[in-house]
């Protein structure tokens, strides 16, 4: 069983930039497919940044150049950078992870970017 706690979520105006933070209960060094994903309103969830098995990582075009992942394994977190944050950046984020094909969610936090 994997727990995952994000937060840093909150109203921001255009142009301004959050943090987010991921905890696991666990090493994350034991976690696969660490990633962030969001879901606004009436649309479906999506990943919008990640690690790879390899340790690399990758983003969604609306966010590339944006937001940037990264991870401190001494503190179980994973991070998501956002600057230059848009109206349409606004959703609930969620932290994502996998272990031997079992999939785990974190509880999500808000992010409102509105002037």
């Known amino acids: 069983q994997v727990q995952l706690v994000e937060s840093g979520g909150g109203l921001v105006q255009p142009g301004g930039s959050l943090r987010l933070s991921c905890v696991a209960s666990?090493?994350?060094?034991?976690?696969?497919?660490m990633a962030w994903f969001r879901q606004a309103p009436e649309k479906l969830r999506e990943r919008i940044a990640g690690?790879?098995?390899?340790?690399?990582?990758y983003y969604a075009d609306s966010v590339k150049g944006r937001f940037t992942i990264s991870k401190d394994t001494g503190k179980n977190t994973v991070y998501l950078q956002m600057n230059s944050l848009k109206p349409e950046d606004t959703a609930i984020y969620f932290c994502?992870?996998?272990?031997?094909?079992?999939?785990?969610w974190g509880q999500g936090t808000q992010v409102t970017v509105s002037s």
């Open positions: 666990r090493n994350i060094v034991s976690l696969d497919n």
């Open positions: 690690f790879t098995d390899l340790g690399r990582t």
């Open positions: 994502y992870a996998s272990v031997y094909d079992l999939n785990y």
